[in-house]
Nanobody, 123 residues
Framework: VQLQASGGGLVQAGDSPRLSCAAS????????MGWFRQAPGKEREFVAA????????YDADSVKGRFTISRDNAKNTVYLQMNSLKPEDTAVYYC?????????????????WGQGTLVTVSS
């Protein structure tokens, strides 16, 4: 599976951009998809994950209520809608795929990773 993330860039605090992650190379299938982020000088952090049915999501406390993960299996694409962005949301955002139907918050449980897209939030 190859994952290509897009949608990052320089945004203003309060903006609501949407990140996309397109999968290719094999069936998108029933993989759990996740978003992680890594801020400058910090460890990678789990953001959200979604099952193949789209019925389960799992948001990190720092983004709960502001970020929403979704997926379009027909387009092999997973999205991260980010609302009310704050400067502390500045990070490289990575999408990842897990060859399992079980959600995990652990990056080590994910088998495929995209290249990351940088989101910079200015105040």
């Amino acid at each position: 599976v190859q994952l290509q993330a897009s949608g990052g860039g320089l945004v203003q605090a309060g903006d609501s951009p949407r990140l996309s992650c397109a999968a290719s190379g094999r069936t998108f299938g029933r993989n759990v998809m996740g978003w992680f982020r890594q801020a400058p000088g910090k460890e990678r952090e789990f953001v959200a994950a979604i099952t193949w049915t789209g019925s389960s999501t799992y948001d990190a406390d720092s983004v709960k209520g502001r970020f929403t993960i979704s997926r379009d299996n027909a387009k092999n694409t997973v999205y991260l809608q980010m609302n009310s962005l704050k400067p502390e949301d500045t990070a490289v955002y990575y999408c990842a795929a897990r060859t399992s139907t079980w959600i995990s918050r652990q990056g080590s449980d994910y088998d495929y990773w995209g290249q990351g897209t940088l989101v910079t939030v200015s105040s």
